[in-house]
């Protein structure tokens, strides 16, 4: 089945820690984005990329890095710059041409914590 | 100012109510619109896409004024299964999705 793969589902960092959040998709979209979710708010886009090797900043980019060296991968760091990362994490993707399909089609979530 | 604006709510609604959500939003070159329907910690999943004409999809009915900036969403004879936060979304012409806070709904038996 086609789909969004993020991972792992929860995760837990340390003081000074950078830790990486997977996100994979086989849905052959072009445009791939993270948002950052914190309870009872909505979500706030953190990176998005509509091509490889390309990616630009969202509202909140600061204390994140992301890469896309592959149409199907979108990795984000979580750096030790950022001071609060407790959050919970989503990966979507989009296809560029307008139409039916134009929405965004979510992952799972990872759950990050710090110790 | 934010991209996009809901009421948080809460709504409280007995089974069998309609209910309506309203939203709005800031870029007047915003393209597309959709709701988008979120459990507690699961991924948000689309509900409907919004058109200007407005549109229907069982109990759901979605109406864009693009001259109001306003999106609304009209649930009618609510489930207990519609219980969830309701996310109104804008995309503009940079292929940014941008999110509402959401409006928190829970159908009581």
């Known amino acids: 089945d086609g789909g969004i793969t993020q991972s792992p589902k929860y995760l837990f960092r340390k003081e000074g820690q950078n830790v990486t959040l997977s996100c994979e998709q086989n849905l052959n979209h072009d445009a791939m984005y993270w948002y950052r979710q914190d309870p009872g708010q909505g979500l706030r886009l953190i990176y998005y990329?509509?091509?490889?090797?390309?990616?630009q900043k969202g509202d909140i980019a600061e204390g994140y890095s992301v890469s896309r060296e592959k149409k199907e991968s979108f990795p984000l760091t979580v750096t030790s710059a950022q001071k609060n990362p407790t959050a919970f994490y989503l990966c979507?993707?989009?296809?560029?041409?307008?139409?039916?399909?134009?929405?965004?089609?979510f992952g799972s979530g990872t759950q990050l914590s710090v110790l | 100012r934010k991209e996009v604006e809901q009421d948080p709510g809460p709504f409280n609604v007995p089974e069998g109510a309609t209910v309506a959500f309203n939203c709005t939003y800031s870029?007047?070159?915003?393209?597309?619109f959709f709701w988008y329907r979120q459990d507690c910690r699961k991924e948000p999943k689309l509900l409907m896409s919004v058109y200007s004409s407005g549109n229907e999809d069982g109990r759901f009915t979605a109406q864009l004024n693009r001259a109001s900036q306003y999106i609304s969403l009209l649930i009618r004879d609510s489930k207990l299964s519609d219980s969830a936060t309701y996310l109104c979304v804008a995309r503009n012409t940079g292929n940014q999705f941008y999110f509402g806070t959401g409006t928190s709904l829970t159908v009581i038996p």
């Open positions: 870029n007047s070159a915003s393209q597309s």
């Open positions: 990329s509509q091509i490889v090797n390309d990616f």
């Open positions: 979507a993707s989009s296809p560029l041409t307008r139409g039916t399909n134009e929405k965004l089609f």
